[in-house]
């Protein structure tokens, strides 16, 4: 083993942290580990479907109805822009319960000028990344340069609510260096998923661009750049980006380019001339990455570093060396596999001093997907707040139950018992209108209390579905926002962009999660299992996670925001005679606006904490307490 850096904290009740400005770090602490690490994976980078997948007729508005005819030589832009404006005079307007879901079946969409989602909450759903395609002209007016230009582009601020691309391609095509092909916010939840963008030429701006305030929390799944100066490019502190199954290829300048960002990539692919990774002044955690450096890459890094930096299972090749930091007075360069590296102090609080993270293993996020449409059911409420049918839809037979794109009503709580047979369940971006009047609030609760060992995935609705997980069997939550309810002996769940309230997980169960948005006043988590989280945001006052006896969580990334003022005995973190690690960023605006104990740690009866400036912006560049 061999160590870089000087004696990992050991701070006791009471003791505070100093604070540092952005970028810097009191050390840099490198651990390499000449073992395999047990639960390292090997990067695949973006695992894509090229198409055409098959849907049903009827399950979403398809964009030809506008009139565009994707045969990669008419103009398409006039038609897709009229799908998006339809029904949104008001683009500032509130339209969270009037979401907008358009299908593209297999073609080529030929554009020439920039398209602009009016609103929040709107979903672009295509047949596969090679069937499905947005393509920019050739030498498109305004594409030019220098001033940056978007293909897509999404509303700016933080009410740019579950904006969605999936499976699709986008192309631009040669002669357009100013293109940005996805100028992109999202709030809350929100995602790009199975989507290939590249540049024909290898000019333009960047793949995707998250720059504008404020993106996040936001996720970005199998996705794939080729080109640009760019790959992604992100900025902003606020509010977190989560990326996992990521390939880049044929950048400029860099794969990702991070300024002031917490992100949090997973499964990072990158072959390029250039840094895969720039982060400056950013807080960038990079988890199970190949990195390949092409021509002219020896004399320099594959990673450059001059913010907060985590890295784990993190390997190089062609590069002159796998890491530059300068983000401390010295800097630190670092060749070969890098099997953990913490920018910064790690802290423990109780003897042994342990400066690694928890390292869970980590599973997979289970997808199902049958085309074979005859597999597929419906559910058609005889009018609007009918539910009578729900549970005979469920009982089909069906291997995949869908709610054709639309708002739905449940005025009192509908309650159904999900079938062995049942094994997606998607909303296709519908909502679920709920009644505080109502029965339970309203809303549909799915009851879980199957022992089967075959995952069930809910995912797609953009509110109004409870999940009761009573049984051992696995269940997936995705792509939306939900409530999640379970009893002891419940099984093992995923989430993925997923917004939940108040949330508590069992002994016993397992818990995986990317993307997780929890906004809920007071206690957000609560775990006595095993929780694993990829990209975490919160806001409102209480307890962000509190790990009960016998309980493990790992947290990597990315941002608490407690938004106004906080008593003086507030607890960010609290753990019981439990395992934890912790990476995260925490934002503050005002005086006492932050925690005051960012862990309170109680091991064996004794409780020790870490405090901080309640007025000063905190990063925790890894607490560690097993």
Known sequence: MKRIGKKVAHLMKFVRQPKLACGISLFALFISILSANAFAATPTGAMLTSGPLNFPSGFMTSIT????VGDGVTDDTAAIQQALNDGRSDPSGNYYGLPKAIYFPPGTYLVSDTLTMPGCCITFQGAGTSSSII?????????GGPTPKPVISTEAGNASFHQNFWDMGIRIGPGNPGAVALDWIS????SIHDVAITSEDGQGVAGIAMIRHYPGPVMLKNVSIIGFQMGIETAAYEYGITIEGITLSGQSVAGIYNQQQTISVRNLKCSDRVPAVVNSGGFALILDATLIGGAGTKSTQGIQSSGNLYLRNVSSTGYGATLQDTSGTTPVTETGTIAEYVEGTPVSLASPLRSSSLNLPIQETPAYSDQVLSHWAAF??????DTSTLQATLNSGAT???FPFEAYLSYNETVVTVPDTVKRIVG?????????AGTNGGGIRFVVNSTSTTPLVVEQFGYGIKIDHRGPRPVVIKDGRYTYINSPGAGNVFLEDAELAQTSFHAGQSVWARQLDDEFSGTKITNSGTLWILGLKTEQPGIVINTNTGGQTELLGNLIYPVQTLPANSIAFQDTNAKVSYIYSESVYCADCGYAIQVSETQDGINRQLTSSQSVRYLMHLFVGY
């Open 65 to 68: 109805s506008y009139g565009a």
């Open 135 to 143: 393509r920019l002209a050739p030498g498109a007016s305004g594409f």
């Open 187 to 190: 709030n809350n939840s929100g």
């Open 380 to 385: 058609t409420p005889i009018n609007y707040g």
């Open 400 to 402: 995949t139950v869908y």
């Open 428 to 436: 296709f971006s519908s909502v679920v209108n709920t009644s505080t």
